[in-house]
């Protein structure tokens, strides 16, 4: 473009040759890409619903009959109710117990500027940088001694504490955008702290908690590592231990595997359908807002 | 007011804190002392001192251990983000398929390790559906065992890893774009500048919070990678897919080989390294902000 082209005339054509085939070139590939990431799913979904020897005959081949054989199959050798309440109990006793101890603590912590409080927030923070595996052999002993192995109480407390850092930096950041005026007034009303944390600030917390939860159920209900390793009890395993049971035996069957796998992402799916809203934030705003 | 009030801000505090110090302080020092023994299955031990950590450095499976994980953590730190980072600006310039969009390449970030190696395996299995659709296409020749060539496994979880984290690390860079003053953003586009110099002389730069996000966690995640190669290949074929938690786990919980403390001995190791690559980096990418 030379300096005599008229200055009137430069935007629009400079839009007009960057949005034409450059832009028809990016639509195609972020098509591709999502079809990339998607792909999986659909391949999965369409594989369980087909008969197995159609399958084996034909990995790719378009579905000519369903059956749903594969998933109530499935369903039974990963024995889906027991996993799903021993998953639903391990998750929803850890979701209550580190919104509840978590917002009670992030409150002081918020509030009290003294260099002792920076600490203790400091040193909760640091833990989530810490591997569970550094933690997870003198877990064991502990939880043994405790008599706490093979128990919804050791696995819920484990998760508690291993949370406690993100349910703190969440709660926290959120306090300190309240204002303090609200806790003042009431004060001025005769409201002591514990009846102004639950009745004044508490229900103000529900969109951070929202947020919380969906990570939090995330990393609950997908995590293998600290049921597999302290829960031996097969009433008390979870959905994806069970899961994993299949590991060995039938690696490469795709028609029990895939099923397998729709069941166990299925009530993530479906709760989040619900909540679609908290799903982008709650993954990003603990990243974002560091 | 509860900053008047020293006692109720203790007892608000209590329970996070007495749990916080049973379950994460204590294991942490206890994992520390327990590296300085030589305890067998969890049992009463000795003090060795440094013995455990002077062993590191002469076992070649520890060392190799540490090579796959860094190799691991390098190529998808770098991939994933890439590949984020243009899902993300490709949907910052569409602003109508954004939502749902994002939405969509976040699904693999739902499911969970164990459930993503299913499908994985499967697709990558020598009958499976990825070189059947190399057949299809005419591809014969690039069929290949994935899962079972030493020079390829790795690799293999590489992509599965990307695949579930490239939505996510599109998600942050995303956050950050829509952080970007629109203002510059339109600035650049009437001055005609093209595509590319515009990503590189403007968004790229501006991006620099968003990158030192998107690539600590993806550092820190990958460096503790343990459910892909657990599920998918369990350290194989011929440990070329043994991560660091993966020698852990079989030192400590493998049955029968004694290694609790040296097991916790490699965890310490793990630790210093998540620390310190996670620090440093960290540390070089906000000095970067800073500079611009």
Redesign the interface.
Known sequence: MTNTTPNTARPARSRRVRRGPLSLIGDVVLGLVVVLIFAPFAYTIVTSLRPPSDVVKDPLGWPTSLTIDNITSAYSKINYTQGLLSSTIDLVGSLILTIVIGSLAAYPLARISRSWATWVYRIFIAGSTVPIFVLIAPLYLLLRDAGLLNSYAGVILTYTALNLPVAIFFYTSFFRQIPIELEEAAAIDGSGPIRTFFVVLFPLLRPVTATLATFLTLAVWNDLLVPLVFVQDPSLKTVMVNAYSLVGSYTLDPSLLFPAALLGVAPLLISFAFLQRYIVSGLTMGAVKS | ???R?PL???A??A???A??L???????V??LI?STTDSKI?NAADFVGLKNYAALANDSDVIRALGVTIAYAVVVVIAQNA?GL??AR??F??PRIRQL????????????????A??????L?P???IN??LK?LGLGTLTHVWLGDPSTALWAIAVVNI?MF???SA??FL??YMNLPAELIDAS??D?A??WRRFTAVEWPLLAP?TT??VT?SL?GS??V??LP??MTNGGPAGSTTTL?MV??VK??GGGHGG?AY??TI??L??VI??VF?GVTQALLRRREERI
């Open positions: 007011m509860i900053t009030r109720v801000a203790v608000f505090m329970p996070a804190v749990l916080y049973i379950l994460v302080v204590y294991p942490l206890q994992g327990l969890g590949v243009a899902l490709a949907l310039m569409r969009g994002s939405t969509l390449i976040l699904l693999p970030t739902l499911m969970s390790a164990v459930m993503a299913f499908v994985w395996n499967s697709l299995a009958d499976g559906a059947a659709l299809a695949w490239a939505g996510y998600a942050i956050a950050g586009s009437v005609g093209s595509g968003a996000v998107g966690l820190i460096l503790k343990f459910e657990f599920v938690t852990i786990y400590i919980f609790f097991g916790a965890a310490v793990l630790l998540v620390v996670a």
